[in-house]
Nanobody
Framework: QVQLVESGGGLVQAGGSLRLSCAASRNIFSINAMGWYRQAPGSQRQLVAAITSSGITNYADSVKGQFTISRDNARNTVYLQMNSLKPEDSAVYYC???????????????WGQGTQVTVSS
């Protein structure tokens, strides 16, 4: 089973920065898109940013110019650099990866366990 392990969440003051990391491992043949989603209490999980294997990125309008997504294909790892954090950025952040576990198998979406980001005012 593919495993996604997230790290880097925590408590930060408004205006501060955090860098999230997510490493994919186990039974990976190929990874297509990787991304970050977030879910605040009482809200639906929403896309924050995504990146393809060739480096094409997509951001939610609310984080453009504030967050930067990147990935290291050799390490099967995706990063999210979050700057100028605001209290409204507080949420559980989830890593997602679309993975093929062997040649000829279908692409399957996997999720990490989530990491809490709390921004204090």
């Amino acid at each position: 089973q593919v495993q996604l392990v997230e790290s880097g969440g925590g408590l930060v003051q408004a205006g501060g920065s955090l860098r999230l990391s997510c490493a994919a491992s186990r039974n990976i043949f190929s990874i297509n898109a990787m991304g970050w989603y977030r879910q605040a209490p009482g809200s639906q999980r929403q896309l924050v940013a995504a990146i393809t294997s060739s480096g094409i990125t997509n951001y939610a309008d609310s984080v453009k110019g504030q967050f930067t997504i990147s990935r290291d294909n050799a390490r099967n790892t995706v990063y999210l650099q979050m700057n100028s954090l605001k209290p409204e950025d507080s949420a559980v952040y989830y890593c997602n990866a679309v993975v093929k576990t062997r040649a000829g198998s279908p692409w399957v979406s996997y999720w990490g366990q989530g990491t809490q980001v709390t921004v204090s005012s």
